[in-house]
């Protein structure tokens, strides 16, 4: 989005959709912020609909990733701060696999002990 008459056709758009609470446009990014109640498909078919190229926000914030060092999550592309949502490479703590291990950890001096 470039020019104020872009903007004004995305935003009306998308803030009559059943549902939307607030739209918030940041033409530096080219990202609209939908909140409310709506299916994000919907809102997405409706700003193509614009004739705009759009897509869902790939980037999330860098200190909600529990490992951002994974292989390409980083783009020179995303704004500061933030990284490429992919799968991540280490489990999350509360699966099975990760308090098994730690049941026979040495940092756990509870753990089971077999002489």
């Known amino acids: ?7 004004r056709r995305v935003k009306n758009s998308v803030k009559h959709i059943k549902g939307v609470k607030t739209v918030e446009i940041n033409r530096k990014q080219s990202r609209v912020i939908v909140s409310g109640y ?21 980037y999330i914030p860098y ?5 951002p060092y994974v292989t390409q999550a980083y783009d020179k592309r995303a704004p500061a701060g933030y990284v490429k949502n ?10 099975t696999d990760e308090r098994m291990t730690y049941l ?12």
């Open 63 to 67: 200190n909600l990733v529990s490992y």
């Open 1 to 7: 989005m470039d020019c104020d008459g872009c903007e």
């Open 86 to 95: 992919v799968a991540q490479a280490v489990s999350a703590p509360n699966t």
């Open 104 to 115: 026979f950890s040495d940092d756990n001096p509870n753990a089971c002990s077999i002489m």
């Open 38 to 58: 709506v299916d994000p498909n919907y809102v997405l078919k409706r700003v193509k609909s614009t004739g705009k190229r759009a897509e869902f926000w790939p």
